[in-house]
């Protein structure tokens, strides 16, 4: 942007540069409801120009894609990780039940690491509730920036086809490619 970020691909600068002109030119002549009605203007064409940068960076997806997504990968590892926590516990408890067949001396360390163990897997609470806090400011971010935005159009825009590729990482459940699919991107690759 030129000019202080006044510039404006909607034909805005010019009327822009005609206010500012005003206030430049009338000198003590441009009263003060004049001046504050040129900088509304200017506030005003300054907001409708980010408005249109946001928009063109394809904010209307916030909402119907990124946060979505972020939500279902983030209960993902809520739920991997309260699964991994059951699994821990319940071998914790297996590990405490065999250790009761042991003498005193020899069952007292065991019993120590798996009471250990037991404080341990409270990670996965705090866990939890940690994703849960950022599921909730990503859906403030998303109401926010949605809410400066207005309405939007959510046709979205002609995309070319892309070729299959493996995702990193480990997928979503039904997101996943199967291993048919896999051979034939290798294949495809190869």
Partial sequence: MKDGGTK???G???LLASIEALIATGGDAVSAD???????ARLGLLIRQAKQEIAALGAGEIGGRFIPEAKDELDAV???TEAAADA???AAETIESEAAGLAAAAAAPIRAAVTRIYEACNFQDITGQRIGKVVRT???IEARVLGLLGPIDDTPPAVAAEAPRLENGPQLAGAAHGQAEIDAIFGAQG
């Fill in 138 to 140: 990503l859906q403030h």
């Fill in 8 to 10: 404006s691909a909607d």
């Fill in 12 to 14: 805005a600068a010019p």
């Fill in 88 to 90: 821990i516990l319940s």
């Fill in 78 to 80: 809520v739920g991997a």
């Fill in 34 to 40: 004049q001046r504050l009605f040129a900088e509304v």
